[in-house]
């Protein structure tokens, strides 16, 4: 884990791997007091290097004590294009590459971004010490365990150590590296095959952490699920040899009243087949990643705990395995929810909406302040959105709103899409039933969401976070790494720290 420090000492006389220098156009127009200004002049009078967004130069140095130079071009001051997002991912990148040319320490002055007292460096100067945390402790993310050699990856293995920032707000710091640490946690579990995490091994992971961090956890096995009538995760995890299973995880703070509860519940299907509504080869990959929502909700309670937020947090991972077999549940068949609710089957690919109509049904007994369910649900979420930006879907204007400007501050892009349209809550009904678990092609991310209304109280606020279309990364790029995100952890989490 790269290690975030503050650095007091003189910035131009600094030995080490690697310096990073974060510049916007006007820096290179006219160079800044900065180390290795030299070097920068020269390559900006010869136009080698613009400071245009998105643009990034590896200099290697071959005298003085910096091995490396690594210029990231921010674009205009005044362009809505530098801001925190763009500074986050440009400077993981940055120091992705640093540790990958075998840096094990890099120094990234960032005090000439304040003259003047402009964007992006100037009046909330302790946020940007939790984005430099953040870009620090995700930067050398890689799943790689399972590789003999490292090395050989086509992405290098990672050497970086420790980034040091002049001026750094230490707290700010923590707390970025915090968020990124949450993140990496989740992604860690969400990366694990299907052969390695079922949902027994899963509530294995949760009482480990829940050791390790002083949580509360609770495991109910399928005899514990019928008992207490979740008749539709059940109903799913019919298909698998590995039974389903229910975990609860709950931060309490101590010492003082919590200034509110708020329940996370996250979608933990392992390996998704599709059930008897089998599907294609080319869809299974990276179906093991269909348990990112309740991975997430991992991440989530881990920086709660490692915070120490003053908030009480409860999270309600619904986990099964959706297999074929001779005992899966079949299109047509009709199951019980907890809340009582009959659901006929048309399609047994639409699981997910159904393990978390039991989990919605326990998370609104709870009485909380407020629910968030996390998900990998539908295909037409990531039609809608593409491969960069998440579904949010809620009934409640306020918590709408608290959830994004959340995500605005930690870079993860959320869409508000109606959670409410009585054209398509039409579609919900069965001629047999109360309810169809799917609906038509169109709005199908909709449909979802007012399916899943249905389980909880109305007199809650609720968001659904769909994350269908940014779960799994196919190479890395900014803060995203190869493979699965953990998308929303951080948003959740700052959203926590709000209240």
């Known amino acids: 884990m790269v290690e975030l420090k503050v650095y007091g000492g003189n910035a131009a006389g600094w030995s080490g791997g690697a310096v990073v220098l974060l510049l916007r156009e006007e820096d290179c127009r006219s160079v800044p007091e900065v180390p290795c200004r030299d070097a920068v002049k020269e ?87 939790v984005v430099v945390g953040e870009a620090s402790g995700l930067s050398g993310y890689a799943f790689d365990k399972y590789k003999e050699r490292k090395e050989d990856d086509d992405e290098g293995a990672f050497a970086l150590r420790e980034v040091l920032v002049p001026g750094l707000d230490e707290a700010g710091g923590r707390r970025g590296m915090t968020y990124a640490a949450a993140q990496v946690a989740a992604r860690d579990l969400a990366n694990e095959p299907g052969c390695v995490i079922n949902p027994p091994a899963l509530a294995d992971r949760a009482q480990v952490m829940a050791k390790e961090l002083g949580l509360d956890c609770e495991v109910w096995d399928e005899a514990r699920l019928k008992e207490e009538r979740m008749g539709a995760l059940l109903a799913v995890g019919s298909g698998s040899a590995t039974p389903p299973r229910l975990i609860r995880l709950s931060y309490i703070p101590r010492g003082g009243k919590a200034r509110g509860k708020v329940v996370f519940v996250g979608k933990g299907i392992t390996f998704d087949s599709g059930g008897l509504d089998i599907k294609p080869a080319s869809s299974m990959t990276t179906m093991k990643g269909d348990k990112s929502g309740a991975c997430c909700v991992m991440g989530i309670l881990r920086g709660a705990a490692e915070m120490k937020l003053d908030v009480e ?81 809620s009934r409640s204007d306020g918590l709408s709103e608290a959830l994004l400007a959340s995500a ?40 979802a969401a007012l399916f899943l209304g249905n389980f909880v109280d109305r007199s809650i606020p609720w968001a659904h976070l769909d994350i269908a279309g940014v779960d799994f990364m196919e190479k890395a790029w900014g803060v995203y790494a190869r493979g699965a995100s953990a998308f929303g952890v951080r948003t959740c989490l700052d959203y926590l720290a709000s209240l």
């Open 313 to 393: 947090v409860h999270g309600i991972l619904a986990s099964a395995e959706n297999m074929p077999s001779g005992s899966s549940f079949r299109p047509d068949d009709i199951v019980r929810a907890r809340n009582g609710k009959t659901i006929e089957i048309n399609n047994t690919d639409a699981e997910g909406r159904l393990v978390l109509a039991d989990a919605l049904c326990l998370a609104s007994e709870m009485r909380p302040d407020a629910i968030v369910d996390i998900a990998t649900l539908t295909g037409a979420c990531a039609v809608a959105l593409g491969n960069w930006r998440a579904g949010l879907f």
């Open 43 to 129: 390559l900006a009078a010869r136009k080698d290097f613009t400071g245009k967004a998105g643009t990034s130069l590896r200099v290697p140095l071959l005298s003085g004590g910096v091995r490396n130079l690594f210029l990231v071009g921010l674009g205009s001051g005044e362009d809505e294009a530098c801001s925190a997002e763009a500074v986050r991912n440009a400077l993981t990148a940055a120091l992705r590459e640093a540790g990958r040319h075998r840096c094990e320490s890099a120094l990234v002055p960032m005090e000439h971004l304040n003259v003047g007292g402009g964007r992006p460096f100037g009046p909330e100067a302790p946020d940007w010490s």
């Open 408 to 447: 605005r501050r930690r870079g993860e892009r959320f869409w508000r899409l109606p959670a409410e349209d009585d054209r398509i809550a039409e579609k919900l009904k069965s001629p047999f039933a109360d309810l169809v678990n799917s609906g038509q092609r169109y709005g199908g991310a909709t449909f």
